[in-house]
């Protein structure tokens, strides 16, 4: 049961367009989002959260939004930059628990 | 954040062996630290949630007795593939849980591969 779903295993943005990755949640519990950035062989790093009870949350090139009516949260990069080129993972915290549920991931390549 | 090590990160070991995967918090006091696998394009998987001088609590599906997971200091946590299979290659890892109750900080990852 994938609680937590990122539909597209792959995107491809040409440098200095606006990058949108999308994710997709079932479990109404949920009510802290989070994005992290993976590069090959490494860990992934935090890049930009969101609670349940904001719709938006910005900071810098990143900026995510949450519709909790339709249990979408997608992340924007603008302008996006080759080293934006990762994989991208959403995930999802229960309320109160300690755990994250994530996504498939997402591959975003930035073409120069 | 915190700072996330794992040693090693890259294994070769044999069918049948056991391989020791160490975690280490270098400079964050770590009472929770959670270890996950990825296969290959898929997600990561939480394998097990580890508390400092307690067992770990492993998630459904996961063998305890396969994965063993000790985390006997607040730097600190073991993971031990034992009797490691080919099925068993993956990258696993862990990460630190932050002083936030959502925060947690990932390691760089051990790949292991078993022949």
């Known amino acids: 049961d994938q609680q937590v779903k990122q539909n597209s295993p792959s995107l491809s943005v040409q440098e200095g367009r606006i990058s949108i990755l999308n994710c997709d949640y079932t479990?109404?519990?949920?009510?802290?989002f989070l994005w992290y950035k993976k590069y090959p062989a490494e860990g992934p790093t935090f890049l930009i959260s969101?609670?349940?009870?904001?719709d938006k949350n910005e900071d810098g090139r990143f900026t995510v939004f949450l519709n909790k009516s339709a249990k979408h949260l997608s992340l924007h990069i603008v302008p996006s930059q080759p080293g934006d080129s990762a994989v991208y993972f959403c995930a999802a915290n229960g309320q109160g628990a300690q755990k994250l549920v994530f996504g498939q991931g997402t591959r975003l390549t930035i073409n120069p | 954040g915190a700072v996330v090590s794992q040693h090693p990160s890259r294994v070769i070991c044999k069918s049948g062996t056991s391989v020791k995967i160490e975690c280490r918090s270098l400079d964050f006091q770590a009472t929770t630290m959670f270890w996950y696998r990825q296969f290959p394009k898929q997600s990561l998987m939480l394998m097990a949630t580890?508390?400092?001088?307690?067992?770990?609590?492993?998630e459904q599906g996961v063998e305890k007795d396969k994965f063993l997971i000790n985390h006997a200091s607040l730097t600190l946590s073991t993971l031990t593939v034992t009797s490691a299979h080919p099925e068993d290659s993956s990258f696993y890892i862990c990460?630190?849980?932050?002083?936030?109750?959502?925060?947690?900080?990932f390691g760089p990852g051990t790949r292991l591969t078993v022949t």
């Open positions: 990460s630190v849980r932050g002083q936030g109750p959502y925060e947690q900080y």
């Open positions: 969101i609670s349940s009870i904001k």
């Open positions: 580890s508390n400092e001088g307690s067992k770990a609590t492993y």
């Open positions: 479990n109404s519990m949920f009510d802290y």
